[in-house]
């Protein structure tokens, strides 16, 4: 392979069957192909229930494939993904610590000193703008200002892939953009694979090089892969009013409607709201 990087995450033909409680199979995914490039920022974009998490948790190595493959950086996955950082819609904060020790606890827990850990957690909280914030506890901060440290947790322990699931879904619209420019600032700075699921189609653009998108479940499908070809650094705010982006949005959009609507009518008769 010369001097290529390996491919970050791979998942081949992946299928995803969860066995129900009255002993019928539900298929989420169906023979899912994807591949995210050492340093590539891919979206998942698709209805509700239509099994983006579930890409996300095979990418993690918390479900197994029931046929096909998950290959992390070219070897198998068999158990948890080592290499990657997941972060949730829900904070995962332990609300007893401080900002700084929820940062800290990913290198304690793996053996560094506790003085190092706090200094390094210091510099995080610094570069994610929480500096001044590092002794106040988790209900004492904003929705916006808690994504913080949770970004900060989750990247101080430098995993080479970050899995977000809709991690900014909670926040209203202008937190979102500011942490998503946070995002893409950390991310140029040092580029990692990420996998960001999100059912925000101009969120997905704005941020990703490609977007994939995902068909109403059961048995969803990859049913689209569009390269996102605008120039970065990019700011999400202005990023939105370029024509290239109105263009890319139409024609994406144009497939994914009618998975939206599918989704909408299948969620309804299934008497979810």
């Given at each position: 392979?010369?001097?290529?990087?390996?491919?970050?995450v791979?998942?081949?033909?992946?299928?995803v069957?969860?066995?129900?409680?009255?002993?019928?199979?539900y298929?989420?995914?169906?023979?899912a192909?994807?591949?995210?490039?050492?340093?590539?920022?891919?979206?998942?974009v698709g209805?509700?229930?239509?099994?983006?998490?579930?890409?996300l948790?095979?990418?993690?190595g918390?479900?197994?494939?029931?046929?096909?493959?998950?290959?992390?950086?070219?070897?198998p996955?068999?158990?948890?993904?080592?290499?990657?950082?997941?972060?949730?819609?829900?904070?995962?904060?332990?609300?007893?610590?401080?900002?700084?020790?929820n940062?800290?606890?990913g290198?304690?827990?793996?053996?560094?000193?506790?003085s190092e850990?706090?200094?390094?957690?210091?510099?995080?909280?610094?570069?994610?703008?929480l500096?001044?914030?590092?002794?106040?506890?988790?209900?004492?901060?904003?929705?916006?200002?808690?994504?913080?440290v949770?970004?900060?947790?989750?990247?101080?322990r430098?995993?080479?892939?970050?899995?977000?699931?809709e991690?900014?879904?909670p926040?209203?619209?202008?937190?979102?953009?500011?942490?998503?420019?946070?995002?893409?600032?950390l991310?140029?700075?040092?580029?990692?694979?990420?996998?960001f699921?999100?059912?925000?189609?101009?969120?997905?653009?704005?941020?990703?090089?490609?977007?994939?998108?995902?068909?109403?479940?059961?048995?969803?499908?990859?049913?689209g892969?569009?390269?996102?070809?605008?120039?970065?650094?990019?700011?999400?705010?202005?990023?939105?009013m370029?024509?290239?982006?109105?263009?890319?949005?139409?024609?994406?959009?144009?497939?994914?409607?009618?998975?939206?609507?599918?989704?909408?009518?299948q969620?309804?008769?299934?008497?979810?709201?």
């Amino acid at each position: 392979m010369g001097m290529t990087e390996p491919t970050a995450v791979a998942l081949d033909d992946a299928t995803v069957a969860f066995r129900l409680a009255d002993g019928r199979v539900y298929t989420a995914v169906e023979k899912a192909d994807l591949s995210v490039a050492h340093g590539e920022f891919v979206a998942i974009v698709g209805p509700t229930g239509c099994g983006k998490s579930t890409l996300l948790n095979v990418a993690a190595g918390l479900l197994r494939p029931a046929s096909g493959t998950a290959r992390i950086f070219d070897r198998p996955l068999a158990g948890l993904n080592r290499e990657a950082g997941y972060l949730f819609q829900a904070d995962a904060l332990f609300p007893w610590k401080t900002a700084i020790d929820n940062v800290a606890i990913g290198l304690e827990i793996r053996g560094t000193a506790r003085s190092e850990a706090l200094a390094r957690a210091g510099k995080w909280l610094a570069s994610v703008g929480l500096g001044a914030f590092a002794n106040r506890y988790p209900h004492m901060l904003s929705g916006g200002q808690r994504k913080r440290v949770a970004l900060a947790q989750v990247l101080i322990r430098d995993p080479k892939i970050l899995l977000m699931d809709e991690p900014f879904g909670p926040l209203d619209a202008q937190t979102r953009q500011i942490m998503g420019n946070l995002l893409l600032e950390l991310w140029t700075a040092d580029r990692k694979a990420v996998l960001f699921v999100t059912h925000d189609l101009e969120e997905a653009i704005a941020l990703a090089d490609r977007v994939v998108i995902m068909s109403a479940g059961p048995g969803a499908r990859i049913i689209g892969d569009w390269r996102v070809t605008l120039p970065r650094p990019r700011d999400i705010s202005e990023v939105r009013m370029e024509k290239d982006f109105h263009a890319l949005h139409k024609e994406i959009w144009n497939v994914l409607k009618d998975q939206v609507m599918k989704g909408y009518a299948q969620s309804s008769q299934a008497g979810a709201a």
